[in-house]
């Protein structure tokens, strides 16, 4: 299982809005710290915004911020968000037909796990001052 370019730039970009929490920070400024396309980011931001996980003020002095303390937001939150559904295999989606199938114990156990270890690291955990 590998996450997209999303799950990891966004959390990258994240970290920056933790560690400055709550003061705003702008994507150009991101872009540039964390080189990070300016483009991507603002798709990415987009998502998060969506989720209520970050705010943004316009203006010339705006810029984006997080919604919450950086100890309320949970990386599992953040993937979710940016890749939908933690689902290493299709046989533990909804689309997987076959429920005898011998391996889905494993991928369920799998996708559990893995949105456990998320969800126990807080956006916090990773500020490194």
Request: hydrophobic share 35%.
């Amino acid at each position: 299982m590998k996450f997209s370019t999303k799950a990891e730039y966004g959390l990258r970009a994240m970290v920056v809005l933790a560690r400055d929490y709550p003061y705003l920070r702008s994507i150009p400024e991101i872009s540039l710290e964390e080189n990070i396309s300016a483009k991507y980011l603002e798709q990415i931001f987009i998502k998060l915004r969506g989720a209520d996980i970050i705010v943004s003020q316009k203006g010339k002095s705006g810029g984006y911020t997080l919604t919450r303390e950086p100890n309320k937001i949970t990386v599992g939150e953040i993937v979710e968000t940016l890749e939908g559904k933690i689902e290493p295999t299709k046989c533990n989606s909804p689309e997987c037909k076959n429920n005898q199938c011998a391996s889905k114990k494993v991928w369920v156990k799998l996708s559990q796990e893995i949105k456990r270890t998320l969800d126990n690291i807080k956006l916090s955990d990773l500020i490194t001052k």
